[in-house]
């Protein structure tokens, strides 16, 4: 079986205020073509599919599109779970559809996929966090975990009555799902896991969104199931291995890069082959990057508008720094915007004045809602509910749809 390992989408994300849709428009185009081109079985889509719980029609109709020519009729099997920005039942609403075209959505642990037929290949057992599926000759034996919150996960555990039972951290939660789902596993099957997690010692970027403030919803490695042949993972926008295991579990990482922080290593898809009693084969696909970031450092306002100048037609989104002795006039900002549209900021670097860059990435990279809940913490000293925080970002949507925090 060969299977096609993305994640970490985003759909409908801003960058400094500027639309990625487009682009995310031409990594689509070209992950389809790298399903057919790779002859693909098994496509699996490990979370964050959307930016926002509440994203724009353009990202929703981009995502549906992307389903349906990646399933091909029915054909190929293509599976999504939910991420931590995605809404469970927004990434769920269209599976009766979705089933007959070959495309299974799974939004929360306690999905149940009905057995039969999906598209032209057929779903032979399933339950909450576990499905078998035949796909050509070949069966394979999937868990499914999506991401899960502390509050969801013991309810996801059942009636959990004990003081020691209680005090389980939620990575050794996560194991004991794992651990009891893999019981599914069989020497005749591919076994494979799908989550969207944080594997604590993986590489972060600064446009993840924290899953909790103090990393408590972190999972450690030596939790994943042992009998799987692959993990599929999402969050990490960063490819990779995840550490300290032998099992052959990576995150896919994001399509695009997504903040400054992500300019140093290339993006790509997994393609694994793999069959029952054998070692997966991970084979790194990379991707074209349409529109790199940039970081431009220039010595003088005038070096920077010549500069400017010399890259105006190249399709790159540019952060602008600035070496001066003074501050940049309404007219020359005006010039370096027209030269250059796609200059996402333009900083100033004055001689005596110190800058704390990493804060201000900080505050860039976070959107109202988490800077809210970082506020909240430090008055009051204790997290806000689950239901508190719901309210607060219903009246933030209102506002403006997970409004990007700015600093001046």
């Not at 931590?84 to 495309?103: K, L, V």
């Not at 896991?193 to 408590?216: K, P, Y």
């Not at 190249?314 to 200059?343: F, G, H, M, N």
Request: some cysteine; overall charge negative.
């Amino acid at each position: 079986m060969r299977i096609l390992h993305t994640s970490d989408w985003h759909l409908g994300k801003y960058l400094e205020n500027q639309s990625r849709l487009d682009e995310q428009e031409k990594f689509i185009e070209d992950l389809i073509e790298i399903a057919d081109e790779k002859d693909v079985d098994l496509v699996v889509i490990a979370g964050d599919v959307y930016d926002t719980s509440n994203p724009p029609a353009r990202a929703e109709k981009l995502f549906y599109r992307a389903l349906n020519a990646l399933a091909k009729n029915g054909e190929r099997v293509v599976l999504t779970i939910a991420g931590n920005h995605d809404n469970p039942d927004r990434i769920t609403a269209s599976t009766p559809i979705a089933r007959e075209q070959g495309i299974i959505l799974l939004g929360n642990p306690k999905s149940k996929v009905e057995k039969g037929k999906i598209g032209k290949n057929e779903i032979i057992d399933a339950g909450e966090g576990y499905l078998e599926i035949k796909i050509k000759n070949e069966k394979a034996v999937i868990l499914t975990l999506p991401y899960v919150s502390e509050q969801r996960l013991n309810e996801v555990l059942g009636d959990i009555r004990s003081e020691e039972d209680m005090q389980k951290s939620y990575s050794e939660k996560v194991g004991k799902i794992f651990n009891d789902l893999s019981k599914k596993f069989r020497e005749d099957t591919v076994n494979i896991a799908v989550s969207h997690i944080f594997v604590m010692g993986g590489e972060t970027s600064d446009s993840e969104r924290v899953l909790q403030v103090g990393g408590g919803l972190t999972v450690h490695a030596d939790m994943f199931p042992k009998k799987a042949q692959y993990i599929a993972l999402g969050h990490l926008h960063k490819p990779q291995k995840v550490k300290n295991t032998d099992i052959k579990a990576y995150y896919s990482g994001s399509p695009l890069q997504y903040s400054k922080s992500e300019i140093g290593y290339s993006k790509c898809v997994y393609i694994v082959d793999v069959e029952a009693g054998k070692e997966a084969v991970v084979q790194e696909v990379l991707l074209k990057n349409r529109k790199p970031i940039e970081v431009w450092r220039c010595s003088s306002i005038e070096d920077a508008i010549d500069y400017c100048r010399e890259n105006q037609d190249r399709k790159v989104w540019a952060y602008l720094e600035i070496e001066t002795d003074r501050i940049l006039s309404q007219s020359e900002i005006k010039e370096i915007k027209k030269l250059k549209p796609d200059i996402l900021s333009i900083i100033p670097i004055i001689e005596g004045i110190e800058r704390d860059e990493l804060n201000e990435e900080r505050f860039k990279e976070k959107n109202i809602i988490e800077l809210f809940k970082e506020f909240y913490i430090s008055e009051r000293n204790v997290e806000p509910s689950e239901e508190f925080m719901k309210l607060f970002g219903e009246i933030a949507r209102e506002e403006g749809e997970e409004i990007e925090a700015k600093t001046s």
